[in-house]
C-alpha cells in the first residue's frame, strides 16, 4: 500500500503538469474556429471505423508534409477578399475588356518577318532561296558539314523502314528505342563520360536539366551573358541566383566568395551549388575559360553545369567541344549539356555525366518524361554525325580553317567589333559605337584571355543579386538592327545568306546588344568561305560607312 | 511450316508494292490471290493453335542486326513484309503477325498486319461523334471500402518499409547512399526525401517502366527482353526479342509504319531535304516545306494559320509565355499536362486551377476573379486565358467544349485548346474534339496539338487567326532560339494529314466517277471548314498512293478507331470493370487501385501466349489511390485484338479481383459476340 501511495504521490506532479498542458492544448484548439465541427467529424467517424480515423490521421501527416514541400503554394486570397452580391459580379463582368489577346503587328515586325529567309529544298552550304537565288549560307547551323551527308542519309533511310517515323511515346512507356539506348552510349564514350541522356529538342534540354537539380534554397551562380534557354530553366528552379559578369573568372571569384560568406554569416545549412554558364556563349561567340572555371568550382565546391551546344560538335580535334579544346576530362564537368541539332545537324539535345547525373533526370528531367522521344531516324543521324566526327578529323580542321578565313578577313574592319573567341564558329558582328570610337564595355570582353582587368579595376563590381550589370553598355537596339538588317539585305543581294541575331526583345534577361551571327561550314571551301565574308566585309562598310549617328 | 518464304504474307500487297508506281492500279490477280492465300494462313493458324495447346509463349529472337531488316520476300517485289526474322516455328501461333480470321469483304490490304492490323469486317466501323445529351462520364465508382483499405495500407507498408530500409541501410551499408548525403562539402545531388519515392516504391516496379523497344510501335511492337537480378536496379539483356500486342503507343490512326504511302513520302524526302533544316526558324532555318506544312495544319484545324515547333511539349512551354504575361490571368484544368505547367510558370502570369472538368467549378472561379480583379490592388486583370486539354492522356476524360464555349461569350476569357491527344483521334473528320461536338473552330483563340500521337511524328503545333500566329512567329522562344521541325517529320506529317484529309482533286487522270465526287467535296466544303486538301497544298514531289490520296484510307482509320475505342471501353465496363473518361476516347484507362496489383497486371500481361504490353500509372501521375492501368486504341487494332485484350483483362481481373464495377455484367463470350451492338448503344 505504501509502495503504491508513494509510486502516486512521485507521479502526482507529473501528471498535473501533463493534465495541464493537456489542458491548454485543448483549450487553444477549441479556441480555434471549426475546431468543434472537426472533433464531431472526428468522433463520429471514429465510431464508424476506428482504423480508418488511424489511417486518415496518418494520411493527413503526410498530406501536409507534401503541401509543406509543394513547390506552388496556393495563393492566399482570404484576406484581400471583397465580399459582392451576384448583381455586382454580373455587373463586374460585363464591363470588364480584356487586352487583345496579342499586339497587332506593326510595321518593323511585319519587315522583320518577311525578311525571314526562307531555303527552297535541302538546307547546306549552298543552298536555294524560294526566289530561286543559290546563296552561300553562313546563316544555317551546319558546322562540320554534316548536312546533306550521303552517308547519313542512308542510314537514316534504312532505320525509316525499320522503325518508321515517330517514336509515339514518351521514354517512360515504350518510347525508349535501342537506337536511343545506342545514341546515348555513342554520346558517353564520345565524350568520355559515364553515361548520358537524350532529349527531343536542344532548346529543352537545358531549360529541364536545370530544376532537375536546381531546387528551391540551392545556389545557382551564373553567367550574366547566359543563352535564353539557360534563363528559363534558371527561372524554373527558383533557385536563389547570383550573377556574376560576362566571361569574367575574376568576377566569378569574387562572387563565389561573397556567397561563402553570406552562408556563413546567415549560417545556412548546405546546399546544393552550381555554376551555370555555357561554352561558347549563344549570344556573342565568347569562349568561357575551362580550366579556370574548373579550378574555381573545385575550390568553392561547387557543380559545374556547362551548356555546349556551341561548342560540340564545333571545336576540339574531332569536335568533342571544350573538353577537348582545353584537354580537360569531360567527368570534371558535373553536368555537360549539348545540342545534336546544332553540332550534328540532326535534332534534340544530351545531357552528359556521370550516372547518378542521368539517372536522376529520367525521372525528373520534366521534358525527358513528359515527352515523346525522338524519332529514330534522327537518333540514327545524329549517331552517324559522331562516328563522321571521328573517323573524319579533317572535317573539324577544315571547318577552324574556314573560321580563320572569315576572322582574318573580318577582324581588321574598324567599322565593327568582333565579340567572338577567335575558334568559335559562331561569330558575333557588333557595330562599333562611333560615337566615342571606344571598344565594348567591359562586360563584353572580347577575348577569353585578355581578360580586361584593368578596366574592371576601374569600377566597383555589379550588385550580385541583380542580372543587370553595374554600368551596362548603351546601345540603341532599333537603330543599330535596321543597320544590320541592311547588311543582311546587301550580302543577300550578292549571294550570301547571313543573318542577325534575333532576340526576343523584352523577354530577355539582359538585351542582348544587337549583332549579326556568322555560322561557319566546313561544307564551304576555304576559297568560298574567304568570298562570302569578303561580301559580308563589303556589305559592312557599305553600310555602316555611310551612317551618320 | 519452314517454308516460310512463300508465306502467303508475302505477296505484294498492293499500293506499295513498287513505290514509284503507287498510282497504279493493283492487278486483280493479285487481290485474289492474297485473299486465298490469307484464307490458308488462317486455317494453318487454327489448326495451329488447335494443335498445340501449350506452346512457347514469348517470342524470342535474335537481337535486331542491321542486315536482317529485309525479310527474304518472295522474288516478285520488292515487298517486305516483316522485318522480324524470328523462328518461323512460332509464326502465326499469338495472332500477331498474321490475322486469325480472314477479311470477309473484298478490301485488299495494302498494310503489315504486325504494323497496322488486317480487319475488313466493314461492320466493327463506327463514327466518332458526340451524340448530346448527358456529359459527364461515369468518373464517379467508388471501389469497395476494402480495396480503397488494402490500397492505402499498401501504401503505408512501403513508405514504412522504405524508411526503414533507408535507416538501417544509411547505418550499415553507408557506401550505397553516398549519393543521397552530403560528402566532401558537397550536398547531395537529390536529397533522399525527394528521391524516396522513386527508389523505395517505383524501383519496385522498375521492369515494368520504359521498358525498351526496337522497330515500328505500331500494331505490335518489339520488346528487348531484360532481367534483373538485382531487384531492378541493373538490367541484363539476353538479345532476344518478344513481339507484342501494343495497346500503348500514341499511334491512334495507326501512322506508325515503315512501309507504306508515308513512310515513301518521308523517304523521298530525306532524298530532297536531308535530315535537318540547320538551325531557328528565324535565324536561316526555315524551308518551303515548313511554310506548306504549315498551311496544311491551318487547313486542317480549320483555322487561319499555323505555326510548327520540333516538340510537342516546346510548343506549349515556349507559346504560353508569348501570350500572357504579369498581370494576366490563367486559368488551368487541375489536370494540364506538365508542358502546360511549365510554360505556365515561365510566363510569370498568375495562375488559378479548377476542378477537372468541372463547368460550374470553373463559372465560380470565373466569377470570383474577375469581380476581385488581381490581388491586392484589385485592378482588372489584363487578360484571363483558359488552358484545358481536348483529350485527357491519364482520365481519358473530353472536354466539355460547347459548355466551355459558352461561358467563353459570357467571360469573355481567351480559350486554349491543347488538342494533342485529340487532333487526328477524334471526330467524324479526324479534326479533334472540334470536330466531335461540331463546334465553329474559329470560337477558340489558341489550338495547339502535337504530331507525335496520331500523326505518327514529332512536335507540335499552335493555330489560330494570321494576327495571333504571325506575332507568336517573332514572340515565342522556339522563333530565335529552337531548332527548326526537320523535313523528314514534316513530311509524315504533310502526309498523313492529307490522306486524313483527302486530295482534291482526287487524282490527275481522272477516273468516271471523279466529277461527282469532286462536287460532293465543294458542297462539303461550303458548310464547313472540313475538306479535302486542294492537291496545290501539298509539295509537288509528294506522290500519295492512291487509297491515301482519295482519303478512304483515312477515313477507314477513323472509323476503325471509333470502333475499337467504343467497343474496349464498354465492353470493359460490361466485364465489370471501372474505367474512367468517356465511351468515345481512344484512351481507356482502367482502375487498379493497389500499387500491388499494378505491377503484377503488367507483368501478367506480358507473360501471356499472345503478349501484350499497357501502361501502367500510378501515384504522382495519378492520385495516390487510383492507380490504373491505360489502354491507348489504335486504328491498327482489329477487333480480335481487342477481343485477345479484353480476354486477357477478364482473366487477370478475376485473379486479382479487378472487377468492382456496378451495372449489368455481361460475360465475356457475350460481350465478343454482340460487340456491335454494344459500340452502336447510345
Ligand atoms: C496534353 C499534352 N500536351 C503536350 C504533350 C507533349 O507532346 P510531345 O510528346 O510531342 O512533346 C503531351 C504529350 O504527352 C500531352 O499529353
Known amino acids: ?549 | 511450316m519452314p517454308s516460310q518464304p512463300s508465306s502467303p504474307m508475302a505477296f505484294p500487297p498492293p499500293g506499295f508494292s513498287k513505290r514509284k508506281s503507287a498510282i497504279a492500279l493493283p492487278p486483280q490477280s493479285t487481290a485474289v490471290s492474297y485473299l486465298t492465300a490469307l484464307q490458308q494462313a488462317d486455317a494453318k493458324a487454327r489448326s495451329n493453335s488447335a494443335s498445340s495447346a501449350a506452346t512457347v509463349s514469348t517470342l524470342s529472337t535474335p537481337a535486331l542486326s542491321t542486315s536482317s531488316s529485309m525479310s527474304s520476300s518472295s522474288s516478285s517485289a520488292t515487298t517486305v513484309l516483316d522485318d522480324d526474322p524470328y523462328d518461323p516455328k512460332h509464326d502465326g501461333d499469338d495472332g500477331l503477325s498474321r490475322p486469325a480470321v480472314p477479311p470477309t469483304s473484298e478490301q485488299v490490304f495494302s498494310t503489315i498486319h504486325s504494323e497496322f492490323g488486317h480487319c475488313g469486317n466493314q461492320t466493327y466501323r463506327h463514327t466518332s461523334k458526340y451524340s448530346g445529351g448527358a456529359f459527364d462520364p461515369a468518373n464517379s465508382h467508388e471501389p469497395p471500402y476494402y480495396i480503397l483499405l488494402s490500397t492505402y495500407i499498401s501504401y503505408i507498408f512501403l513508405i514504412v518499409i522504405g524508411h526503414m530500409r533507408d535507416y538501417f541501410g544509411k547505418k550499415l551499408r553507408s557506401a550505397n547512399y553516398k549519393h543521397l548525403m552530403p560528402s566532401n562539402g558537397y550536398a547531395a545531388l537529390n536529397s533522399d526525401f525527394d528521391s524516396f519515392y522513386t527508389r523505395r516504391l517505383k524501383a519496385r516496379m522498375d521492369d515494368c517502366f520504359s521498358r525498351p523497344v526496337t522497330g515500328v510501335p505500331g500494331r505490335t511492337i518489339a520488346l528487348l527482353d531484360r532481367t534483373s537480378s538485382d531487384y531492378n536496379a541493373t538490367f541484363d539483356y539476353s538479345g532476344t526479342r518478344t513481339r507484342a500486342l501494343n495497346v500503348s503507343s500514341y499511334n491512334y490512326l495507326g501512322f506508325a509504319q515503315a512501309r507504306g504511302g508515308c513512310a515513301d513520302a518521308v523517304e523521298e524526302s530525306i532524298k530532297r531535304y536531308g535530315i535537318s533544316a540547320c538551325g531557328a526558324r528565324l535565324e536561316g532555318g526555315s524551308t518551303d516545306l515548313h511554310l506548306q506544312a504549315e498551311a496544311l495544319v491551318a487547313r486542317f484545324v480549320g483555322q487561319e494559320d499555323a505555326l510548327i515547333t520540333s516538340m510537342g511539349y516546346a510548343t506549349n512551354s515556349t507559346t504560353i509565355p508569348a501570350l500572357a504575361s504579369k498581370g494576366c490571368l490563367i486559368i488551368s484544368d487541375e489536370f494540364n499536362h506538365a508542358s502546360i505547367r511549365f510554360g505556365v510558370r515561365l510566363s510569370g502570369a498568375s495562375v488559378r486551377m479548377f476542378k477537372h472538368n468541372d463547368v460550374q467549378d470553373l463559372e465560380a472561379l470565373l466569377r470570383e476573379v474577375i469581380s476581385q480583379g488581381q490581388p491586392r490592388t484589385h485592378r482588372p486583370w489584363k487578360k484571363i486565358l483558359l488552358i484545358v486539354e481536348g483529350l485527357y492522356s491519364m482520365e481519358g476524360s473530353l472536354v466539355n467544349l460547347p459548355a466551355i464555349i459558352e461561358l467563353k461569350r459570357k467571360y469573355k476569357f481567351y480559350l486554349y485548346v491543347d488538342e494533342a491527344h485529340s487532333i487526328g483521334a477524334m471526330g467524324p473528320h479526324g479534326r479533334g474534339v472540334i470536330d466531335y461536338f461540331g463546334v465553329n473552330p474559329r470560337d477558340i483563340d489558341i489550338m495547339m496539338g502535337t504530331f507525335t500521337k496520331s500523326f505518327g511524328a514529332s512536335g507540335g503545333y499552335i493555330s489560330g487567326s494570321t494576327a495571333l500566329i504571325s506575332r507568336l512567329r517573332l514572340c515565342s522562344h522556339a522563333g530565335p532560339y529552337c531548332e527548326s521541325m526537320t523535313p523528314s517529320v514534316l513530311t509524315q506529317i504533310v502526309a498523313s494529314m492529307a490522306s486524313i484529309m483527302g486530295v482534291s482533286p482526287p487524282l490527275p487522270p481522272a477516273s468516271p466517277l471523279a466529277t461527282p465526287t469532286r462536287s460532293l467535296d465543294v458542297a462539303i466544303v461550303e458548310k464547313s471548314f472540313i475538306g479535302p486538301a486542294p492537291a496545290a497544298a501539298l509539295p509537288t514531289w509528294l506522290s500519295l498512293p492512291p487509297q491515301l490520296r482519295d482519303g478512304s484510307e483515312g477515313k477507314e482509320r477513323l472509323r476503325r478507331l471509333a470502333f475499337n475505342a467504343r467497343y474496349l471501353s464498354r465492353a470493359l465496363v460490361k466485364l465489370g470493370f471501372i474505367t474512367y473518361g468517356h465511351d468515345d476516347s481512344p484512351i481507356i484507362p482502367l482502375l487498379i487501385f493497389n500499387p500491388g496489383k499494378m505491377c503484377l497486371f503488367s507483368r501478367m500481361m506480358l507473360e501471356r501466349k499472345t503478349p501484350i504490353v499497357v501502361v501502367v500509372v500510378a501515384y504522382p501521375a495519378t492520385p495516390l489511390v487510383t492507380s490504373r492501368v491505360r489502354f491507348c486504341l489504335s486504328a491498327a487494332h482489329t477487333k480480335d485484338d481487342v477481343d485477345v485484350l479484353l480476354k486477357a483483362c477478364d482473366e487477370i481481373g478475376d485473379v486479382l479481383d479487378l472487377k468492382h464495377g456496378d451495372g449489368e455484367r455481361w460475360t465475356l463470350e457475350e460481350v465478343m459476340r454482340r460487340a456491335t451492338e454494344l459500340v452502336r448503344m447510345p
Open chain 1, 1 to 549: 500500500m505504501a509502495d503504491a501511495a508513494a509510486a502516486t504521490s512521485t507521479t502526482d506532479p507529473l501528471s498535473a503538469v501533463l493534465y495541464q498542458s493537456l489542458d491548454v492544448v485543448q483549450r487553444t484548439f477549441n479556441a480555434i474556429p471549426g475546431s468543434a465541427v472537426l472533433v464531431r467529424y472526428v468522433k463520429s467517424s471514429h465510431q464508424n471505423d476506428p482504423y480508418r480515423t488511424i489511417l486518415e490521421v496518418i494520411l493527413i501527416i503526410f498530406a501536409i508534409r507534401t503541401l509543406l514541400q509543394s513547390r506552388t503554394r496556393a495563393e492566399k486570397s482570404g484576406k484581400n477578399f471583397i465580399k459582392l452580391e451576384e448583381k455586382e459580379i454580373d455587373d463586374l463582368v460585363d464591363e470588364w475588356i480584356p487586352e487583345p489577346l496579342v499586339a497587332p503587328l506593326d510595321d518593323t515586325s511585319r519587315t522583320e518577318l518577311a525578311s525571314v529567309p526562307v531555303i527552297a529544298g535541302a538546307s547546306g552550304p549552298k543552298p536555294k532561296l524560294v526566289n530561286g537565288k543559290t546563296v552561300v549560307n553562313l546563316a544555317s547551323y551546319n558546322f562540320a558539314g554534316l548536312a546533306g551527308n550521303e552517308s547519313i542519309k542512308e542510314k537514316a533511310m534504312d532505320t525509316l523502314r525499320k522503325y518508321g517515323l515517330g517514336s509515339c511515346g514518351p521514354p517512360g512507356f515504350y518510347g525508349t528505342l535501342d537506337v536511343h539506348v545506342q545514341l546515348e552510349r555513342d554520346i558517353a564514350s564520345f565524350l568520355g563520360t559515364e553515361s548520358a541522356i537524350i532529349y527531343s529538342q536542344g532548346f529543352s534540354t537545358i531549360c529541364s536539366v536545370i530544376p532537375a537539380f536546381c531546387k528551391r534554397g540551392d545556389i545557382i551562380v551564373a553567367d550574366r551573358g547566359v543563352n535564353f534557354a539557360i534563363q528559363k530553366g534558371i527561372q524554373i528552379s527558383r533557385s536563389t541566383v547570383r550573377w556574376y559578369d560576362h566571361n569574367d573568372p575574376n568576377s566569378l571569384e569574387e562572387v563565389l566568395e561573397s556567397v561563402a560568406k553570406e552562408m556563413k554569416k546567415k549560417r545556412l545549412p548546405l546546399t546544393r551549388r552550381f555554376i551555370v554558364t555555357e561554352g561558347i556563349f549563344q549570344n556573342d561567340g565568347a569562349m568561357v575559360d575551362l580550366p579556370k572555371l574548373i579550378k574555381l568550382k573545385l575550390k568553392h565546391k561547387y557543380r559545374l553545369i556547362l551548356d555546349e551546344s556551341f561548342s560540340f560538335g564545333v571545336v576540339g580535334r574531332t569536335g568533342r567541344g571544350l573538353t577537348e579544346l582545353y584537354n580537360v576530362p569531360a567527368a570534371q564537368i558535373d553536368i555537360l549539356v549539348g545540342s545534336m541539332a546544332n553540332g550534328l545537324c540532326s535534332a534534340g539535345g544530351f545531357c552528359a555525366g556521370a550516372n547518378v547525373v542521368v539517372d536522376h533526370q529520367r525521372i525528373n528531367g520534366t521534358s525527358f518524361v513528359y515527352s515523346a522521344s525522338m524519332p529514330a531516324l534522327l537518333a540514327v543521324s545524329a549517331s552517324a554525325g559522331i562516328e563522321m566526327l571521328v573517323s573524319t578529323p579533317s572535317l573539324l580542321t577544315t571547318l577552324h580553317e574556314n573560321v580563320l578565313a572569315v576572322r582574318s578577313v573580318l577582324d581588321k574592319l574598324d567599322c565593327i567589333t568582333i565579340p567572338s573567341h577567335p575558334a568559335s564558329a559562331i561569330i558575333h558582328i557588333f557595330i562599333r559605337s562611333s560615337a566615342t570610337g571606344s571598344t565594348l564595355s567591359p562586360s563584353y570582353v572580347p577575348t577569353f584571355s585578355g581578360v580586361s582587368s584593368s578596366a574592371n579595376a576601374a569600377h566597383k563590381p555589379s550588385n550580385p543579386t541583380s542580372v543587370l550589370s553595374r554600368d551596362p553598355e548603351q546601345f540603341d537596339i532599333a537603330a543599330e538592327e535596321r543597320l544590320l538588317q541592311d547588311v543582311v539585305e546587301e550580302a543577300l543581294a550578292q549571294g550570301v545568306l547571313i543573318t542577325r541575331a534575333k532576340r526576343l526583345r523584352g523577354q530577355e534577361a539582359v538585351e542582348p546588344r544587337p549583332s549579326i551571327r556568322l555560322a561557319i561550314t566546313a561544307g564551304l571551301t576555304r576559297k568560298e568561305v574567304e568570298k562570302a565574308a569578303g561580301v559580308v566585309k563589303s556589305a559592312l562598310i557599305k553600310v555602316l560607312g555611310k551612317r551618320r549617328y
